[in-house]
């Protein structure tokens, strides 16, 4: 019932921009921690961005800078805006919503960094 649909990735060149979303339904969202985790070939899941339910942020030290994690409670969505994006970004971008020990995943999108 709860649902969490990514889209917005794609093909993109390095030095390029992307901006993922995340819509969420039946749940209390303005209350819910969203996080951004990514996932690449042979590696584990890893938090991307975070961004609680008063706004405060924070980032992977391999995005910062580079990546803005941000909300729309009246659209019940999250955001990615992904710039300068390198070879290494490439990977599956799954959209997370935490609530204490709550956790609901996305299906992923791609993303993929190519020349």
């Known amino acids: 019932q709860v649902q969490l649909v990514e889209s917005g990735g794609g093909l993109v060149q390095p030095g390029r921009s992307l901006r993922l979303a995340c819509t969420t339904s039946r749940i209390a969202f303005s209350i819910y921690a969203m996080g951004w985790y990514r996932q690449a070939p042979g590696k584990q899941r890893e938090l991307v961005a975070k961004?609680?339910?008063?706004?405060?942020?924070n980032y992977a030290d391999s995005v910062k800078g580079r990546f803005t994690i941000s909300r729309d409670n009246a659209k019940n969505t999250v955001y990615l805006q992904m710039n300068s994006l390198k070879l290494e970004d490439t990977a599956v971008y799954y959209c997370e919503a935490q609530l204490g020990g709550l956790h609901y995943w996305g299906q992923g999108t791609q993303v993929t960094v190519s020349s």
């Open positions: 961004i609680t339910a008063t706004e405060s942020t």
